[in-house]
Nanobody, 126 residues
Framework: QVQLVESGGRLVQAGGSLRLSCAAS????????MAWFRQAPGKERAFVAA????????YYIDSVKGRFTISTDNAKNMMYLQMNSLKPEDTAVYYC???????????????????WGQGTLVTVSS
């Protein structure tokens, strides 16, 4: 059974940086895609960034392009989200997700993705 565990979230001032980590276990991830979603207070969970397992295809929402970088470490079954120039509107619980299909991650509603971590809270103060 695939399990995902996020870590790295904390309180940070606007303009600061954080690196989130997602540890994957219980599966063979060599052909999987992975993604970060976030859920701000009172809002629905939303896509942030995605990457295929080889790391040669990445996707971002416009609001984080140039500030966030998604990456994977295949040897460690890890995914990361480097977040720079953080803004108060980045405040959210960040979740990682995994799926055999990058296309499905990009096109389907988040409720259709079956595997999620517990989330890690990022709070950006102004």
């Amino acid at each position: 059974q695939v399990q995902l565990v996020e870590s790295g979230g904390r309180l940070v001032q606007a303009g600061g940086s954080l690196r989130l980590s997602c540890a994957a276990s219980g599966g063979t991830f060599s052909s999987y895609a992975m993604a970060w979603f976030r859920q701000a207070p009172g809002k629905e969970r939303a896509f942030v960034a995605a990457i295929n397992w080889s790391g040669n295809s990445t996707y971002y929402i416009d609001s984080v392009k140039g500030r966030f970088t998604i990456s994977t470490d295949n040897a460690k079954n890890m995914m990361y989200l480097q977040m720079n120039s953080l803004k108060p509107e980045d405040t959210a619980v960040y979740y990682c997700a995994v799926d055999p299909s990058l296309n499905r991650i990009l096109r389907t509603h988040w409720t259709n993705l079956p595997v999620w971590g517990q989330g890690t809270l990022v709070t950006v103060s102004s």
